[in-house]
């Protein structure tokens, strides 16, 4: 019961021991009630409330009025939690000899709240860690706004950053504008990656993944043109082979390089005969009359009707003909004569076109 007076005295009344034992006793029993519940402001004087209870997630030993299931409580040594619900909202943790810290701070109008390392360290950094393969998410902030875009994740400036503005892409924003954008593909296993280099190496732009030759694919949007380096640019160089377009359907583009009008082989050779140099020619065969020569595709036409082109330096007078019989996917045997019709043997320079 609340602390009361158990006996009202008169004047000149004899104090008896019974009665000044009950007043003790009701003291002792009751004195809690004396500042619980406060009727005012406490003032501790300076000095420090201690040894309270633990509390439990579901009643916080610091309770406000009328929600006992939120407040603070004590879960486990050098640990302060927060409760809001009946469930951990928050819980701090001190290690022993840490000098460094988390400082959260308002911030007036117009500006962001901070969340930053403090501490006693000149440089501090700031991690967040997640648990198991949980992960860090970044709200996708306010996207679009007025044409310009927003980052979810901003650096200094407040206009550059990452930012997801279709489900299942990432973009790179640079002054409100787009920069880069990274697409994903469900279950996808082959992907690029960018690597930097030391000092007189190249930079990589890749293809890995998951399969064993994985190509890579550069595209323009509808018919822009695909630009390689710039006026300065020291050469294109190619580490094994450009393989040249098929013809669309329609005229073909001027000055453009399609399988149909790349040489697919060439050749030039001497009177004796005797190559001189070639490509695609696997060999050169001096048949037994003059004029009399056998070439041999390294890689065959897929058909027969393919072109030979003459080039200006077969011997003044010649001429190269053949039948249709000296003309098979593999190779091609050569008549040369002069202008009497005389076979003789003469240097030539050919060049073949067709499909291969």
Do not use: C
Request: net charge negative.
């Amino acid at each position: 019961m609340a602390l009361a007076a158990v006996k009202t005295f008169i004047a000149n009344e004899v104090l008896l021991a019974a009665d000044l034992n009950a007043l003790n006793t009701n003291i002792l029993d009751n004195a809690l009630s004396l500042i619980s519940p406060w009727t005012a402001n406490m003032d501790a004087g300076g000095f420090r409330l201690i040894t309270l209870g633990a509390g439990t997630v579901g009643s916080p030993t610091l309770q406000p009025t009328g929600d006992t299931n939120t407040g603070v409580y004590f879960p486990a040594a050098d640990t302060v939690a927060v409760a809001g619900a009946g469930v951990d909202v928050l819980r701090t943790v001190g290690t022993t000899g840490g000098v460094n810290y988390h400082d959260l701070r308002s911030q007036s109008a117009g500006n962001a709240p901070e969340y930053q390392a403090a501490g006693t360290d000149t440089n501090i950094s700031l991690r967040l860690v997640p648990k198991g393969t949980g992960y860090v998410q970044i709200a996708t902030a306010g996207g679009i706004v007025n044409a310009d875009y927003v980052p979810g994740l901003a650096f200094q400036d407040f206009d550059t950053g990452l930012v997801q503005v279709v489900s299942g892409t990432l973009d790179i924003i640079a002054q409100s504008r787009q920069v880069l954008r990274a697409s994903g593909y469900l279950n996808a296993t082959n992907y690029i990656q960018i690597s930097n280099a030391q000092t007189g190496a190249t930079p990589y732009l890749q293809a890995v993944g998951a399969d064993t030759n994985v190509g890579l694919h550069l595209d323009t949007q509808a018919a822009g043109t695909l630009l390689l380096g710039s006026a300065d640019t020291g050469g294109i160089v190619a580490a094994t082979y450009f393989l040249p377009a098929s013809i669309p359907a329609g005229t073909p583009d001027r000055n453009a390089l399609y399988t149909k009008n790349v040489p697919k082989a060439w050749v030039s050779f001497t009177t004796t005969p005797t190559l001189l140099d070639s490509y695609n020619i696997s060999s050169l065969t001096d048949e037994a009359g003059s004029g009399d020569v056998t070439l041999t595709f390294d890689r065959d036409f897929l058909a027969v009707n393919y072109a030979m082109l003459v080039g200006n330096g077969v011997t003044s007078g010649s001429t190269i003909h053949m039948s249709s019989s000296d003309v098979t996917v593999g190779g091609v045997r050569l008549r040369i004569t002069d202008m009497a019709n005389t076979p003789i043997d003469a240097s030539g320079y050919l060049a073949f076109f067709g499909a291969q």
